[in-house]
Structures are given as structure tokens and as C-alpha cells.
């Protein structure tokens, strides 16, 4: 729900980690490290090997790993970004922008049955990214068919009571904050609609350092995915690796109220997942310790101040 963030105080971070990045575990096995580790929730890719969502009893599986959660104490972030699971050879294929309207009904499908899952799962956020803009396809084009592909999911998300949250991520159609803003008034600002923020992609591309795209992007703020990166490089590195100060960037998300998660997402470090998972964990424990001693940050702008809403994100 939209919340006016003038007036929030500080709220502790809950930290979690994305299953995309534990590909080479079972999802059980999954939740026990993370657990164990003392994180407090799960970025849930809905794959293949985690809670495939096209495969037979989904309702009973999806029950059980609710269970777990629950048994385990791990909040949950539903995220969709699964690379092949309704392609085997086509990377997160087919997409909400393709040509052919089945292909975007497939996509659109799976949006909708992974609002259901973090409906059972009791997620606190769907999250969901656009696609890249096909060849032949003009952008006017390809922002219709999102706007348009989307409304049933909002639907969808409304009738669950679970926010769609919308990642903008580099190269795709809505790629940054100024596209999500687009989505948003093209949409008529629907209540179900929420942003997912990558702390990596606003140090890759947006015109804001970090920090201050957490407090622009605060009224919508759903879903939170962090890890390290280097400015123009859309590559996910761990922490230390890239240019990210990170206690500037935790201090302005807590001062949002957010009580999401933040999920740490390094997709391409699965191979040595559970070495990633213990080294995040303390790094960014750290750097939240740093972030409760620093100078307060700006106010966060509230839900409809001009300031949170840029035309295009060119401020220096």
C-alpha cells in the first residue's frame, strides 16, 4: 500500500538471499543455510528446480514450502526472473513485449500464477522485470504491450492482496526509474503497482548515486535486491568487488520505512553459493552498523511530491 514517507522513522533491515544464487542446492537444503545463517527471508525464484510453477501439484508444493518458511522463520519475496522456464532455449523467454500475443499470454500466465504462490506463501511482493524491446518493435509499440500485459496481473494482484513489484533492468524496455515512473502514469498509478529496486543497476545506470535513488524511489518501494557493481558494467559482483558505498545506501533505506526484504542477488555465483550467502550476511551487518552511526540523510519525498516523480531522471 502507498504511504506517505515524510514522517517514517528508521526501520531495521531484513535481510535475504535470492535462490537463483543456490541453483546447485534443493530448495530445502536452500532454506536451512539461509536460516541457519540467520538471514531473515528468501528472494523465491520460481524455476525449474525451486517450486517449478509449471509442474504437477503446484498448490500441495507450494503448501509445504510455506510450512518451512514458516518453520524456519524466513520471510519471502516471490521474484520471476528464472532464465529458461518457459523456454528452454530462449533466456527469459517468451517476455511480455514479444510479437506474438500467445508468446505474451504465456508470459503473462506465469505472472499471474506466481501472484497465487506468494499469495499461499504469505510473499510480501511479486516482482517481475519487462523484457527487452524486440527487433522490429518500436518503443511506443513495445509500452502498449506492457501496459497492456500487465493489467491482468495487476488484477490479479489486487484480488490477492500481494504488490506487483516491477524491476527496471539495463537493457530491457524499463530500465530505469525514469521507465518505471512512465509504466506508472501510463498505467493511472494503480494501487497493486510497486517498484523492485537493484541497488546494483542504479550505480550501473541511473544518473542518481544509490542513496538517493532509495529516498526517489521510496513511495513505491516493494522489493529491494542488492549486491555489488561498477558504473556502466551490468554485472553482479560480490561485495567489495564493484564501486557501491554501501552504509550511505542502507542508512537511506532504512529511513524509508521499507519492511520488505533486501535480497541479495548474484545469480551468477551459484556455483560457490553457500560461500556467498555466509560472506553477504555479515558484510552488509557491517555496513547497516555504519549506516545507524552516520549524519541523518535527506528527507525522503513523500507520495506525490514532484521530486519523487522525474520526467526523466536527469537530475545531476
Known amino acids: 500500500m502507498s504511504r506517505n514517507t515524510s514522517d517514517v522513522t528508521a526501520a531495521p533491515l531484513r535481510l535475504g538471499y535470492g535462490t537463483n544464487g543456490l541453483a546447485d542446492l534443493r530448495l530445502d537444503d536452500a532454506l536451512a543455510l539461509l536460516a541457519d545463517l540467520g538471514y531473515d527471508g528468501v528472494g523465491l525464484t520460481l524455476d525449474h528446480m525451486h517450486l517449478d510453477p509449471l509442474a504437477p501439484g503446484l498448490a500441495h508444493r507450494t503448501r509445504r514450502v510455506a510450512r518451512r518458511l514458516d518453520e524456519l522463520g524466513l520471510g519471502v519475496t516471490v521474484e520471476t526472473g528464472a532464465r529458461y522456464v518457459l523456454d528452454p532455449r530462449r533466456k527469459h523467454g517468451p517476455s511480455l513485449l514479444d510479437p506474438d ?99 546494483g543497476h542504479c550505480q550501473c545506470l541511473e544518473p542518481l548515486p544509490p542513496a538517493d535513488c532509495v529516498r526517489e524511489a521510496a513511495p513505491w518501494l516493494r522489493h529491494v535486491q542488492i549486491e555489488d557493481m561498477r558504473r556502466g558494467v551490468h554485472e553482479h559482483l560480490p561485495f567489495g568487488d564493484g564501486e557501491i558505498d554501501f552504509p550511505p545506501v542502507l542508512a537511506a533505506l532504512a529511513a524509508t520505512g521499507y519492511q520488505g526484504l533486501t535480497v541479495v542477488e548474484l545469480p551468477r555465483h551459484s556455483h560457490a553459493g553457500p560461500h556467498f550467502a555466509a560472506h553477504s550476511l555479515p558484510f552488509l551487518r557491517r555496513a547497516a552498523r555504519l549506516a545507524a552511526t552516520a549524519t541523518p540523510s535527506a528527507p525522503v519525498p513523500s507520495h506525490g511530491d514532484p521530486s519523487a516523480t522525474p520526467e526523466g531522471s536527469s537530475t545531476p
Open 101 to 199: 500475443p500467445d508468446d505474451r499470454a504465456r508470459r503473462v500466465g506465469l505472472l499471474v500464477r506466481a501472484v497465487r504462490v506468494a499469495a499461499d506463501l504469505g510473499a510480501h511482493a511479486v516482482h517481475c522485470f519487462s523484457g527487452t524491446v524486440p527487433d522490429g518493435t518500436d518503443e511506443d509499440t513495445a509500452w502498449k504491450r506492457l501496459a497492456e500485459a500487465l493489467t491482468p496481473v495487476l488484477d490479479a494482484a489486487a484480488d490477492a492482496g500481494v504488490p506487483l513489484a516491477v524491476e527496471p533492468e539495463p537493457g530491457h524496455l524499463l530500465a530505469t526509474l525514469a521507465g518505471f515512473h512512465h509504466l506508472r502514469r501510463m498505467l493511472g498509478d494503480p494501487e497493486p503497482l510497486g517498484l523492485t529496486l537493484d541497488i
